[in-house]
């Protein structure tokens, strides 16, 4: 069976250091992989997506990026945090070319940037 | 552009009593996916139903049933006898037909009490 782990499950970094999450799944292959925030109370806005290795697809123009440099692993880094950063932060996989089924979601990472 | 709007961002019910939660989309295409989610405390996203665009027949699941009217692009969730358990923010969500994206709603905190 296919599992999505993403870590850490909390994060508390200043303002100005680097990020880095961590998504990875289990049982599948090239799946699509996403990259969703959720803010206190709102809903989920996509950042980032990607349909292989190497190809990111950018929703979302701020001073986050994504990588995915092996075919299901998918990083979530910044070079310098903001408070505004602060966030639920939740990987998801889905199968490729089937775009009629759902996506699974991790446990998510709530990050707090002081 | 798809858009959906989740019009409820909060209701509270006493146990037992049903509850609807309400979805409205917005897509140019003509095949397209509906999709549920509930996120507990926890703060996962549990994936609960999909449906098709083509398929506007009603569902049932347990104390769940959902109801899809192409007509006024609705797809409205009722828990009947809501339970404490049932206490989560809840999620619609289309895909498109190019796949790659699901498009969430604002969300509807339900809050169930005893």
């Known amino acids: 069976s296919q599992t999505i782990h993403q870590w850490p499950a909390t994060l508390v970094q200043p303002v100005g250091s680097p990020l880095s999450l961590e998504c990875t799944v289990e049982g599948t292959s090239n799946p699509n992989l996403y990259w969703y925030r959720q803010a206190a109370g709102r809903g989920l806005q996509l950042l980032f997506y990607s349909v292989g290795i190497g190809q990111i697809s950018s929703e979302v123009p701020q001073n986050l990026s994504a990588s995915r440099p092996q075919d299901r692993q998918f990083i979530l880094s910044s070079k310098k945090l903001l408070l505004s950063d602060s966030s639920f932060y939740l990987c998801?996989?889905?199968?490729?070319?089937?775009?009629?089924?759902?996506?699974?979601f991790g446990q998510g990472t709530r990050l707090t940037v002081v | 552009a798809q858009k959906v709007t989740q019009a409820q961002t909060e209701i509270s019910v006493v146990e037992k009593e049903d509850v609807t939660l309400d979805c409205v989309y917005e897509t140019r295409d003509t095949t397209y996916y509906l999709f549920w989610y509930k996120q507990p405390p926890s703060g996962e996203l549990v994936f609960l139903i999909r449906?098709?665009?083509?398929?506007?027949q009603n569902e049932i699941s347990g104390r769940y049933s959902w109801n899809f009217q192409k007509s006024t692009s609705s797809f409205n969730f009722t828990i009947t006898a809501s339970q404490v358990v049932d206490s989560a923010v809840y999620f619609c969500a289309l895909r498109d037909n190019a796949g790659n994206m699901l498009t969430f709603g604002g969300g509807t905190r339900l809050m169930v009490k005893p």
């Open positions: 449906r098709n665009s083509f398929d506007e």
């Open positions: 998801a996989w889905s199968v490729q070319g089937h775009w009629n089924t759902e996506a699974f």
